[in-house]
């Protein structure tokens, strides 16, 4: 059974930066794509990015681009979520999900989900 467990959230400051970290375990992932998304109150939940566990591509939302970084440490089965320049709205619940295919994660699909870590930034 897949489980992804979520870490690194926490208070921050407009401007600040964090790292959420994304531990797997359950089975192998190759071929796989790790991502991240984010629900916010009353919002719907978006895609934020994600990055293929064997080949090295990385999608990216829009709003995103440029001040986080998704990346990937094989050896302990896990994905990262560095997140700099963060902004009140980039507040959230951050989930980990796994999706064998790109194109559901794109729009907000996955197979396995995490629980979530909450990400609060103050003006």
């Known amino acids: 059974q897949v489980q992804l467990v979520e870490s690194g959230g926490g208070l921050v400051q407009a401007g600040g930066s964090l790292r959420l970290s994304c531990a797997a375990s359950?089975?192998?992932?190759?071929?796989?794509?790790m991502g991240w998304f984010r629900q916010a109150p009353g919002q719907e939940r978006e895609f934020v990015a994600a990055i293929g566990w064997s080949a090295p591509s990385t999608y990216y939302a829009d709003s995103m681009k440029g001040r986080f970084t998704i990346s990937t440490d094989k050896a302990k089965n896990t994905v990262y979520l560095q997140m700099n320049g963060l902004k009140p709205e980039d507040t959230a619940l951050y989930y980990c999900?796994?999706?064998?295919?790109?194109?559901?994660?794109?729009?907000?699909?996955?197979?396995?989900w995490g629980q979530g870590t909450q990400v609060t930034v103050s003006s």
């Open positions: 999900a796994i999706s064998q295919y790109i194109a559901p994660m794109r729009v907000g699909r996955a197979d396995y």
């Open positions: 359950g089975r192998t992932f190759n071929s796989l794509w």
